[in-house]
């Protein structure tokens, strides 16, 4: 179009400068990056980057249960998920360094090998044989776990647990500061400035069969039956759609809170084989089919950002709106 586009030198600035021979070639130029711009958030190929969360890892103890939950599957019999030890932590001496250092300490020793001939014996010290080391067997459970395409990549990260609400695709700055300023202050008027709780029972699949699942999540019920928290998501929801961040195909969906346990898609790259996309949680639905994780306050709802984790483990908050966590008393 005969224009120049200049990008910014810095990360700290968002906006290119179009520079051209008239006005009209510089504002076409323009609506072509606004077209381009527009076909790009509306393909799968970009990423959602916040969604609106109402965290469950609040509660320490349902994330003790969700830590259970993995290690039960995955075999992990020391309840300590993998990767979750400190690294500086005298347990992670596998156990060869351990033996190592075992036969530092001890004395020399000497050790009679009788050969074939009776006639013929050969002192050795024991501490100078060499020691050969072979890999441990894997246990039946991690086994079973990778022969039905179960992992630790796809369990949700227990620190992470929520319910999500509305996903987002908020490209620049101005769209990210506009979700935070959407942030409903009618959601109190929704839940009637009283608390509300959630119960999670069971595990149900949403994706595919049991067989061959993709996503496998605990339900939601509403404590009280009042529909209050369906409504406050809806009065959320609402906000945003106003102010033009939802895209359309998102924004027509209907609402159905659950709590994801484990989803394929999360699997390692690297493990992925021609059955990547699902795993088998029929054995996990027998065992689990029936779990009662509890019933848990709802504190807040958070705007968060994707693929950034705070100190605490959970997802970058970029703004929250407060729930009701007292009665209010007239």
């Given at each position: 179009m005969g224009v120049k586009i200049i990008f910014p030198s810095s990360k700290k600035d968002d906006s290119i400068t179009i520079e051209g021979p008239s006005i009209e070639s510089v504002n076409s130029a323009s609506e072509k990056i606004q077209t381009i711009i527009d076909e790009a958030v509306k393909?799968?190929?970009l990423e959602y980057s916040h969604f609106i969360s109402l965290p469950l890892a609040v509660h320490p103890e349902l994330v003790n249960k969700l830590l259970n939950f993995q290690n039960s599957?995955?075999?992990?019999?020391?309840?300590c998920p993998d990767g979750n030890r400190d690294s500086d932590s005298n347990e992670d001496a596998t156990d060869n360094e351990v033996g190592h250092r075992q036969l530092d300490k001890q004395p020399d020793v000497a050790v009679e090998l009788k050969t074939d001939d009776d006639n013929e014996h050969v002192k050795v010290n024991r501490s100078k044989i060499p020691l050969v080391s072979y890999a441990p067997k894997a246990s039946k459970s991690s086994l079973l776990s990778a022969d039905l395409g179960i992992d630790k990549s796809i369990f949700i990260k227990p620190k992470t647990f929520h319910l999500t609400v509305l996903m987002l695709k908020l490209w620049n700055k101005d769209r990210v500061s506009a979700a935070a300023e959407s942030i409903s202050s009618k959601v109190m008027d929704a839940l009637d400035n009283r608390p509300v709780s959630i119960?999670?029972?069971g595990l149900d699949c949403m994706r595919g069969s049991l067989a061959k699942a993709r996503v496998l999540y605990a339900p939601v019920?509403?404590?009280g039956s009042e529909e209050r928290l369906l409504r406050a998501c809806q009065v959320i929801t609402d906000a945003y759609v106003e102010a033009g961040l939802v895209l359309e195909k998102d924004a027509n969906q209907k609402l159905k809170l659950h709590a994801t346990v484990m989803n394929a898609r999360h699997r390692e790259r690297k493990k992925w084989t021609r059955n990547a996309d699902s795993f088998d949680a029929r054995g996990i639905f027998?065992?689990?089919?029936s779990e009662e994780w509890g019933e848990y306050l709802i504190r807040e709802a958070h705007l968060s950002q994707r693929f950034t984790i705070d100190e605490n483990g959970y997802y970058h908050c970029c703004a929250?709106?407060?729930?009701?966590?007292n009665m209010q008393v007239n």
């Open positions: 393909s799968p190929n599957i995955l075999g992990n019999s020391d309840g119960r999670l029972k019920e509403e404590i027998k065992q689990f089919g929250s709106i407060p729930f009701p966590e």
